[in-house]
C-alpha cells in the first residue's frame, strides 16, 4: 500500500492544459507544411521528383498532406526554401480538398457541421476500426486515454462496440481482406454517425499506395466528415481535431 | 558437421554464383541434417528468375548462418512434420508460389490472396469470396463443447485478425489464430515500387517497429551496394533501436496491468511510454522514429544539448520505471498469482515452436541477435545471456521489465557528448548484380529479417521480409492450451505479437 502512494507521489500531476494553454512540441517535429512561392521553379520540380509520397505538385506549389508522410525529404533537399514543416500539429480538415495546401488551412472549427456539435459535443463515443494500419496511428490514438492527454474529461471514449458508438475511426489502407468487417462495423453503428479518417494510409493509401491489395482513400467506400493527415498523425493532432470539430 | 550449405556472416554481400544450387532431395536432406543439429529456420522462401521457381533456405546454428537454393519442384515431402519452425514458411511458400508441401501437418492459407503464378490454388480458395467464410478451423467435437470466435474487430484499439476457441467449460482446449487482414502486398511493393518509396515501405512494415524493419533493410542495402555508415550512425541506431524497445516493452507491463484490474501501473506506464516515445520525436520528429534510419546512414545527428537533455529525461524515468516495475512484479501478490503458472509454454514446447525473442527468453531460450549476429554498436556492449525458465506471463513480463532497465543503461552508456553522422544522400543506392544479403536485428519482439536477392541488371529480384512474429504466433496458441479463456487477454498482451508484421 505505502508503494502504491510512494509511486503516486513520485508520478505527480501529469495532465496537460490544452486546449486553454499552448503546447509546443520539440523542435524536429514536422507539422504543417509552408510552402514558399517564391522558390524556384526548378527547385519545386526536384522536390517533387525526390518526394516518396509523390504528395508534391511543382506547378501549383502546392502540397497533398492526405499523401504527405512528413518524412521532410522536400525540406532537406531545397533546405528550407521550397518546403519547410512547422511546429503547427493542428492540422485536421473537413474536406479532402483543404489537405491540397499552400500552407494555409482554413479553420476546422467553422467548416465542421454545426449539429454534429449539438449532437456529440457533450458526450463522443468513438468506436475504432484498424483496417491494415500499421500500429502507429493506432498506438498514437490509444495514447489519447493516458494521463498526459486524459480524452475522456472532454466527454470522448473509445468503446468496444459500434452499437454503442456515435462515430467510427479508421486507420490504414482499408485492404481487401478488411473491407467487408469495415463495412459491416459501420452498418452496425447506428445513424446519425460520423466517419473519421485517420492517417495517411486511410486517407489516400499512404504508402502503400499502387498495391492492388488496398484502397486508396475511406473516402471511395465511405461518406469521411474529418480528415486527420500524418505518419502517423501526433496525439496532439487527434486531440485537436476532436475538440474542434466536435466542441 | 559439413553440408552443402554455405556459411555467410549477416549484413555482408554474398555473391550468388557462390550460393549453392542443390538438387531438391540433397536440399532437403542437408537442411534437415542441419535443424537436427540444432540449426533454426531464418528464412525459407521461393522466388522466381528466368521462368524458373526457386526455393532458398537461411538457417542459423551458434553464431553462423547458413544458405543454399534450389529449383522448387512442382510439390514436395513437407519438412514440418521432421522440424515444426518450418511449418509457416511452408504455408507461405504455398499460399506465394503455390507449390504444395506433401503432408504438411495443417495446411491452410496464411494471408489470403491468390498465388503470383496463376497456378491453381493449393487452398481451394475462390478469392472473389470474402475471408474468412471459408476457412476451415480445426474444431473439437463432443456435447460440453463449444467455440468462442473473436474478431477481426476487436474490442480495443489494435490491429484485427480473428481467433477461434475450442472450450470445454471455462477452458481452453485450442485456440487456432487466423490472419491476413491486414494484407497489404508489402512484398511484392518492395519488388516493384519506385526504389525511392523503399525506405518509408519498411519503416510501415509494422509502425511499433520501424527502426527493426528500417534498420534491417538499411543494412541489407548497404551490404550489397558496398556502402560503409560511420561510427556515429552506428550509436545513433542502437540508441533509436532500444528506444523502441523501451517504448514497447513499458506500454505492454502497462497494458498487463491494465488487464488484472491494477490500475495504478497501468496509467504510469501509458504516460512513460508516451514519454520513451517523445525521445524518439526529439531525435528525429517522429514518436516511431520514421524518417530516421536510411540506407547509407541517419539523417538527424544528436548536439550536446540533446545529449544532455535524453540523459537527463532517461535518468529521471529510469528511477520512475523501476519503481513501477517493483510495485507491479513483486510487490503486489495478487498481481504475482494472476501472473504466475499462467499461460505457460515450457522450454521443449518453445524449443519445438522455434519461438524468438522475449517469449523464447520467457521459456529459457536465451537467443537474442544482438548477442549473437551483432550489428551496428552491439558488439561492443556485453549484452548478457538473459532467460527466465516458467515460460508463464510472470516470465514474460519479467524479461520486458528487465530489459527495459538493460535498454536504459544501454543508452545512457552511449550517450557520452555530441554524436554526429554525416548527411545521409537522398537517393537509394545503386545496388550491385547477382548479389545476396541477409540482414538481422533484434527488435522489441525478437529477430527481424531481411533477405534481398539482385538480378544480372543490380534489380531488386526478391524482397523477404520476416517479422519475429512469424515465428510466434504459435506460441500464443500454446500458451493458451488448457488456460481458462478469460485469461486470453493477459496472455495475448504477454506476447503482444505483431499482425500487420505477419499479415505484410
Request: with cysteine; proline share 6%.
Amino acid at each position: 500500500m505505502l508503494k502504491i502512494l510512494f509511486n503516486r507521489l513520485e508520478q505527480g500531476y501529469r495532465t496537460n492544459n490544452y486546449p486553454k494553454e499552448k503546447i509546443t512540441l520539440f523542435p524536429r517535429y514536422r507539422g504543417l507544411p509552408s510552402i514558399h512561392q517564391d522558390a524556384p521553379d526548378d527547385l519545386a520540380r526536384q522536390c517533387a521528383a525526390a518526394c516518396p509520397q509523390d504528395a508534391i505538385d511543382a506547378d501549383r506549389k502546392v502540397i497533398d498532406m492526405g499523401r504527405c508522410i512528413f518524412c521532410g525529404t522536400c525540406e532537406r533537399l531545397s533546405k528550407g526554401k521550397f518546403v519547410s514543416f512547422t511546429g503547427n500539429f493542428e492540422i485536421s480538415v473537413s474536406e479532402k480538398k483543404h489537405l491540397i495546401t499552400d500552407g494555409t488551412l482554413p479553420s476546422l472549427a467553422e467548416h465542421s457541421k454545426k449539429h454534429f456539435k449539438k449532437l456529440f459535443g457533450r458526450s463522443l463515443q468513438l468506436r475504432q476500426v484498424s483496417a491494415a494500419g500499421c500500429n502507429a496511428c493506432e498506438a498514437d490514438l490509444n495514447v489519447l486515454a493516458t494521463p498526459f492527454f486524459d480524452l475522456a474529461r472532454f466527454g470522448i471514449n473509445f468503446v468496444a462496440s459500434p452499437r454503442h458508438a456515435d462515430a467510427i475511426v479508421v486507420t490504414g489502407p482499408i485492404s481487401r481482406n478488411m473491407k467487408t468487417a469495415l463495412l459491416q462495423t459501420y452498418e452496425a453503428t447506428p445513424s446519425p454517425k460520423v466517419v473519421i479518417a485517420v492517417g495517411s494510409c486511410a486517407i489516400t493509401g499512404g504508402p502503400f499506395r499502387g498495391s492492388g491489395e488496398v484502397t486508396e482513400g475511406l473516402d471511395t467506400l465511405l461518406p469521411v466528415d474529418l480528415f486527420i493527415p500524418g505518419c502517423p498523425p501526433h496525439p496532439m493532432t487527434n486531440l485537436h481535431a476532436l475538440l474542434r470539430f466536435f466542441k | 558437421m559439413k553440408t552443402g550449405f554455405l556459411q555467410i556472416r549477416h549484413s555482408r554481400p554474398v555473391d550468388r554464383n557462390r550460393i549453392p544450387d542443390l538438387s531438391f532431395d540433397e536440399f532437403r536432406k542437408q537442411a534437415m541434417e542441419i535443424v537436427k543439429n540444432k540449426g533454426k529456420v531464418v528464412h525459407f522462401f521461393a522466388y522466381e528468375e528466368n521462368k524458373a521457381i526457386r526455393l532458398m533456405a537461411v538457417l542459423r546454428t551458434d553464431h553462423l548462418l547458413h544458405v543454399a537454393g534450389c529449383k522448387a519442384p512442382e510439390s514436395y515431402p513437407s519438412m514440418s512434420r521432421e522440424c515444426e519452425p518450418f511449418h509457416m514458411f511452408e504455408r507461405e511458400i504455398a499460399e506465394q508460389y503455390g507449390i504444395r508441401p506433401e503432408g504438411h501437418p495443417w495446411l491452410r492459407m496464411v494471408r489470403y490472396h491468390p498465388n503470383c503464378q496463376d497456378r491453381p490454388d493449393v487452398f481451394g480458395n475462390d478469392y472473389t469470396k470474402d475471408i474468412p467464410g471459408n476457412y476451415d478451423y480445426y474444431s473439437v467435437q463432443g456435447e460440453e463443447i463449444h467455440e468462442v470466435a473473436v474478431g477481426p474487430v476487436h474490442a480495443g484499439v489494435i490491429e484485427p485478425g480473428h481467433f477461434r476457441f475450442n472450450c470445454i467449460g471455462e477452458r481452453v482446449l485450442n485456440l487456432e489464430i487466423q490472419l491476413g487482414y491486414q494484407h497489404r502486398g508489402v512484398e511484392n511493393l518492395l519488388q516493384t515500387a519506385d526504389p525511392k518509396r523503399l525506405p518509408i515501405l519498411a519503416e510501415n512494415i509494422a509502425g511499433d517497429t520501424t527502426i527493426g524493419h528500417a534498420l534491417c533493410m538499411a543494412q541489407a542495402m548497404e551490404a550489397i551496394a558496398g556502402m560503409e555508415t560511420d561510427q556515429g550512425a552506428g550509436i545513433i541506431r542502437t540508441i533509436a533501436l532500444e528506444l523502441e524497445r523501451l517504448a514497447n516493452h513499458t506500454g505492454d507491463l502497462g497494458a498487463l496491468s491494465g488487464d488484472v484490474a491494477f490500475l495504478p501501473p497501468a496509467n504510469y506506464c501509458g504516460r512513460m511510454r508516451g514519454d520513451f516515445l517523445n525521445l524518439s520525436l526529439l531525435i528525429c520528429g517522429n514518436r516511431f522514429g520514421k524518417g530516421l534510419v536510411r540506407p547509407g546512414g541517419v539523417r538527424f545527428s544528436i548536439d550536446g544539448e540533446m545529449n544532455k537533455n535524453l540523459i537527463n529525461r532517461l535518468g529521471e524515468l529510469k528511477n520512475q520505471m523501476i519503481n513501477v516495475i517493483d510495485l507491479l512484479l513483486i510487490s503486489t501478490p495478487s498481481v504475482r498469482s494472476r501472473f504466475e503458472d499462467c499461460g505457460k509454454v515450457g522450454k521443449t514446447d518453445a524449443e519445438y515452436l522455434g519461438l524468438v525473442g522475449p517469449a523464447g527468453r520467457a521459456s529459457g531460450i536465451p537467443y537474442d541477435v544482438r548477442r549473437v549476429f551483432p550489428t551496428e554498436q552491439y558488439g561492443k556492449l556485453n549484452i548478457p545471456e538473459h532467460a527466465e525458465h516458467t515460460g508463464d506471463v510472470y516470465a514474460r513480463a519479467k524479461i520486458r521489465a528487465d530489459e527495459v532497465i538493460q535498454s536504459i543503461d544501454i543508452i545512457l552508456s552511449l550517450l557520452t557528448g555530441p554524436i554526429a553522422s554525416k548527411e545521409v544522400p537522398a537517393a537509394v543506392p545503386a545496388l550491385q548484380p547477382s548479389a545476396f544479403a541477409v540482414s538481422l536485428n533484434e527488435a522489441w519482439r525478437g529477430e527481424v529479417s531481411h533477405c534481398l536477392l539482385t538480378d544480372a541488371d543490380g534489380r531488386i529480384l526478391r524482397y523477404k521480409v520476416k517479422d519475429p512474429s512469424f515465428h510466434n504466433w504459435n506460441g500464443l496458441s500454446m500458451a493458451l492450451r488448457n488456460t481458462g479463456i478469460s485469461d486470453f487477454p493477459l496472455n495475448n498482451k504477454s506476447f503482444n505479437l505483431s499482425y500487420c508484421g505477419f499479415d505484410l
